[in-house]
């Protein structure tokens, strides 16, 4: 039976990472700082390690007697103080370092869709970083760049909720956001792929403004966008870059400059993001 380590556990993917590695017949054993955070996964774990995933001497052993090393450990909502290149880059370098010790067969990173595009992004800028680190490790390794999670696209149910949805231009840039099972089936498969890079969305490709449409209906409300001229984008980022630190410019200028960008992964899933609404639509 193969082994693995499943760094980023408690996140909407990892969760369902952890779930469909045990469903193909794996060792799961999860890295946490929190075993509490764990609770609804317990049939899917083997064992649990209790570290902290940017202090490299509480990682000690923790790829012992493991084959495959999955992590999706970034940051996503800033806290703790932690910069991106704390987290997206120094804490998978950690990871990476301890793989290379104990002669991990394969490692499996999670980073961002359209990086190219995003590469002005400091998030982006510590996930790219930890890329040509894991590239020139010597490791096996396969890095999946997925679009928006489901999860994300809540923030449309929101605001249809308050009855008032909001674009930036006409609307009409596109994106393909996944389902956390279908982008966990990618990830397990990654671990017997050869494919070094993997660029995945979900089934459906979509404007913004179709998307805030699908969120009013699910909500039985009437349809109301607002449009923000594209230029408000770049003067916002230069004034929250000139007047706040990185942990409060960081999350919105990535927002913002996904949803002024055509964000067209190539598609793969069953799940799609109306019947994601429907389930949701009355915990938003």
Known sequence: MKKVLIAGATG?????????????????????????????????????????VTDPGSLQNICKDIDVVFTSIGITKQKDNLTYMDVDYQANLNLLQEARTERVSKFIYVSVFNSGKLKDLKCVQAKSRFE????????????????????????YLKMAEHGKGYVFGAGEYQINPIHGRDLAEVCVKAANTKEKEIEVGGPDILTHNEILRIAFD????????????????????????????????????????????????????KYHLRDFFELNKDKV
């Open 12 to 52: 909407y993917l990892g969760r369902h990472v952890v779930q469909e590695f045990k469903k193909q017949g794996y060792w799961v054993r999860v890295l946490t700082r929190d075993p509490q955070k764990l609770e609804g996964l317990d049939q899917f774990i083997d064992e649990a390690f209790i570290g902290e």
């Open 132 to 155: 040509k680190e894991l590239k020139v490790s010597g490791m096996d390794y396969s890095i999946v760049y997925p679009n928006g999670f489901f999860s994300d696209m809540l923030e």
């Open 218 to 269: 699910v909500k039985g409300k009437k349809t109301k966008i607002s449009r923000i001229p594209l230029w408000i984008i770049e003067l916002t980022k230069r004034l929250l870059t000139a007047v706040t630190s990185v942990k409060t410019y960081g999350p919105i200028e990535f927002f913002m400059t996904v949803c002024a960008t055509n964000m067209v992964a190539p598609t793969y899933g």
